[in-house]
């Protein structure tokens, strides 16, 4: 029996995308839920600068910046020969177009697999993405004159809604809901037998170790330094390699030489743990960039995220974009102890948030919990162990001057402001889960990590004066 999975577009599948493109005007044929993959080869965009553009667009703020929603675009992937047969859309909300024209999933399956099947079992398993990410219900349109989209949708529980005129296409499109639980429900046995079980993103992290020479090589190859564009190698152009160890590449100007083996070295000493943590035996080499320029810094991130500047928030001094670390080193201020030994710890931070996208999310940004995510950066990373933590508390207590629910807090005002920090309240909640609860299983379910954001602030702060009161007796 055929088996399917959705994968998330990556090089090895770029020959393979663009004759699945092809094809479509080959045949003639409309072509729908690319992740706009068709629009953006035809203007001379790089499949690499697409497939960059494709796998940030699941992170909110990135799409917030482009003015558009959530998303994830997945290939469908026939694993007898490993072929992409379809592609799939799916937008985690809806903005006005979408939700009057667009709806949340658009499918396409290439013009010589059709008529197989192939498009049921591609929303199917759609559906189930979206049933893990929390979607309720999902909105699929379709033209009026479309009966195979028509049979596809009302087969899973499609339910009429209104018809609207899209007037930038010349079409009348029909607007469906699908109750996502109760679909799954009841296509469950007719389907279950053609999902693949296999896991593309192992070999990215946990199997590193053991993987192929051949496989290891592509996995390097995947995050060597390799810029999308010109604009961006001359950004690099003040980088040497200044330092190399078996976890981390370094390349920074030659003012930020001795800092950078500093980094690598303190940072390395945290591998161990960090690895035993997450339960993984090795990961592959980090390239990091340092930059003693903050203009250039925010210039570099900008460029490879495709985002204003001024999308940056002020306060950021070090990203992971690209499978890369990125880091501003401020010069004034490397003759202060505090100052010199906290950026020593970044790499073990940033590499935290690495391995968190990797082997925890697989690559899928949407997923991402913010205030966990960096809450176990600063608890693994080391950059705490000499905190004064009686101190920390009564410092949080004096300047809050609101609880946010920690599920909205985003990079950005909603993170650090004038009512509180939220990496101090990051790091104490993700302490106190580590003292109450298996924080890793919290951190390896979406759903669970939403529920306990929900309250797990105001437990850690009762946690924590509790313990105090009980210390000080």
Request: glycine share 4%; proline share 1%; aromatic share 14%.
């Amino acid at each position: 029996m055929e088996k399917f999975y959705l994968e998330l577009p990556s090089l090895e599948r770029k020959d393979d995308a663009i004759e699945y493109i092809n094809e479509f005007y080959k045949y003639n044929s409309q072509i729908h839920g690319t992740g706009s993959l068709d629009r953006r080869l035809k203007k001379g965009i790089s499949y690499e600068e697409w497939m960059n553009d494709s796998l940030m667009m699941a992170d909110k703020d990135y799409a917030y910046s482009k003015g558009l929603v959530p998303s994830n675009t997945f290939y469908l992937i026939r694993e007898n020969d490993n072929k992409i047969v379809g592609m799939i859309d799916l937008r985690y909300e809806l903005n006005d177009y979408l939700r009057n024209f667009g709806g949340n999933i658009g499918y396409s399956i290439r013009p010589t697999e059709r008529k197989k099947g192939y498009n049921k079992i591609n929303l199917f398993l759609c559906l189930l993405k979206a049933q893990e990410y929390g979607l309720e219900k999902v909105l699929i349109t379709c033209a009026d004159y479309n009966q195979g989209s028509k049979n596809t949708i009302k087969s899973f529980g499609g339910l009429f809604e209104k018809n609207n005129f899209d007037e930038s296409d010349n079409e009348t499109m029909e607007l469906y809901w699908i109750n996502v639980n109760n679909s799954i429900e009841k296509n469950h046995e007719k389907y279950i037998d053609f999902i693949s079980n296999k896991n593309i993103n192992n070999k990215l992290t946990k199997d590193y170790g053991e993987a192929s020479d051949k496989d290891k090589k592509l996995i390097d190859e995947k995050y060597k330094k390799v810029m999308t564009s010109n604009n961006t190698i001359e950004l690099l152009n003040n980088q040497n390699l200044q330092y190399e160890n078996e976890q981390f590449e370094i390349y920074a100007p030659n003012s930020l030489k001795e800092i950078s083996k500093d980094m690598a070295i303190t940072s390395s000493e945290r591998v161990s743990d960090i690895f035993e943590f997450f339960d993984i035996k090795s990961f592959r080499k980090v390239q990091v960039n340092l930059f003693d320029n903050k203009e250039e810094f925010r210039k570099f991130i900008a460029t490879i995220r495709g985002i204003e500047e001024n999308k940056i928030p002020e306060y950021c001094t070090g990203t992971y974009d690209k499978g890369m670390i990125n880091c501003f080193i401020d010069l004034k201020l490397l003759e202060n102890d505090i100052y010199y030994k906290k950026r020593t710890y970044t790499l073990a931070h940033e590499f935290i948030h690495i391995i968190y996208l990797e082997f925890i999310l697989n690559n899928d940004f949407y997923k991402r919990v913010t205030w966990l995510d960096e809450g176990v950066a600063q608890y693994l990373s080391g950059e705490m162990k000499d905190l004064d933590f009686d101190k920390f508390y009564n410092d949080i207590i004096d300047n809050l001057k609101e609880v946010p629910n920690l599920n909205n807090l985003n990079h950005g005002k909603s993170f650090v402001n004038d009512k509180y920090n939220g990496y101090a309240l990051a790091y104490i909640t993700v302490k106190y889960l580590s003292e109450t609860t298996d924080l890793l299983e919290v951190l390896k379910s979406y759903n669970k990590s939403l529920e306990v954001g929900e309250s797990a602030l105001k437990e850690a702060l009762e946690y924590y004066k509790n313990k105090k009161v009980i210390n000080t007796k």
